[in-house]
């Protein structure tokens, strides 16, 4: 059972049912909040390989633990904000509730002083990062919101659909992002686009040969996350350090880790691969360079570079992890939203190598 205790906000709110898990939000006299939540998945939903709510091994490997690795050293280099998202929060009505899914280290919670924030994160230690700040969040994932249909005024998503890698799981993501907002509310999404402005940052990522379909799905829900044999440890927080998030990496030992996934899911479906080319790839391992006084090498970061979820860059003295990004291409965001019948797209646009579209809930 998770337990988090953040300031409550919401005195009306008293429970939200959730798919595959029961839910309890009680506020107690000081509008203290307390969310319950404990593993109710049926055996059916543990069985079926083809669930999107079931995650592939390759977002619970490079992205999920990823994040609970780095998180402090991320949050650190995420505080600026993109004026195109700051101009939609800031022209929402007063009073609205927003939902941030995927908020990472929450800095969108509260840009609008106008508005209520909740946000929602898969990893724990960036949930954590945002409690501290005050904010009202839970750990949740974004294929299974935890908010009953309809529950908020507006929602957004940034750059967080690209870690997910299957089309059903991303076209889910966007279903319950429009689920959750009322009738006539926005969800504004923006991904990483495979058109960069700079092409050289191409070149700096590994590119993936093999395209993750449904069938590549292994058992076990993000909710229910297996401890590793090794836990990936955050490190404390300290002064912000001049290491980028787009470094040149040869992924050699991530291919080796790819080729494990790989035989592991062929073990559940004997699915067969799917090459890309060149001309069309969009399948990447994307670096993030953690540097050594952030890292505990003879800990947690020894435990990754022996099992090959990291590998060490003497020359720039970090512990460098590979997260998985799927980049979208021109009107690929278009086309998942085109099969959902209760939403419309009423902005789409192009921003700093970012896709974005702005969708309005129509039943």
């Given at each position: ?95 609205s509730l927003v939902l941030d899914a995927g908020c990472g280290n ?258």
């Amino acid at each position: 059972m998770i337990r988090y205790s953040v300031s409550g906000i919401f005195s009306t709110m008293r429970e939200a049912k959730v798919k595959g898990v029961s839910s309890l939000c009680t506020f107690d006299s000081n509008g203290e909040s307390h969310i319950l939540q404990s593993e109710l998945a049926s055996d059916s939903q543990r069985n079926s390989s083809l669930n999107v709510q079931f995650t592939p091994e390759i977002e619970k490997k490079y992205v999920h633990h990823v994040y609970d690795a780095i998180a402090p050293h991320f949050s650190s280099t995420r505080f600026a904000k993109w004026p195109k998202v700051a101009n939609f929060l800031s022209s929402l009505p007063s009073g609205s509730l927003v939902l941030d899914a995927g908020c990472g280290n929450g800095k969108y919670l509260g840009f609008n002083p106008d508005c209520f924030f909740i946000g929602c994160d898969i990893s724990g230690p960036l949930i954590k990062i945002c409690a501290d700040r005050g904010h009202e969040v839970l750990v949740a994932d974004a294929v299974d919101l935890p908010y009953r249909t309809g529950f908020g005024d507006a929602a957004i998503s940034i750059a967080v659909l690209h870690h997910l890698s299957t089309e059903g799981r991303r076209k889910k993501a966007i279903e319950e992002l429009i689920r959750v907002v009322k009738k006539g509310g926005l969800v504004l999404i923006t991904v990483w686009a495979v058109e960069q402005e700079d092409k050289s940052l191409l070149a700096k990522w590994t590119p993936l040969t093999q395209k993750y379909g449904e069938e590549w799905i292994g058992p076990g829900s993000p909710r229910a996350r297996s401890p590793s044999s090794c836990t990936l440890e955050s490190i404390p927080e300290t002064e912000e350090n001049g290491f980028g998030e787009r470094k040149k990496d040869s992924g050699q030992s991530y291919m080796q880790s790819l080729q494990e996934i790989t035989s592991q899911s062929e073990s559940y479906s004997g699915a067969s691969t799917d090459v890309k080319n060149a001309n069309n790839q969009q399948e990447y391992f994307v670096p993030w360079h953690l540097p050594y006084h952030r890292a505990e090498v003879s800990g947690a970061s020894a435990c990754a570079l022996a099992n090959g979820l990291a590998k060490k860059d003497d020359k720039k003295g970090a512990v460098v992890y590979n997260r998985y990004y799927h980049v979208f291409s021109e009107g690929e965001l278009e086309r998942l939203v085109a099969g959902i019948d209760n939403a419309v797209i009423v902005d789409r646009f192009f921003d700093k190598s970012n896709w974005c579209i702005v969708l309005e809930k129509k039943l």
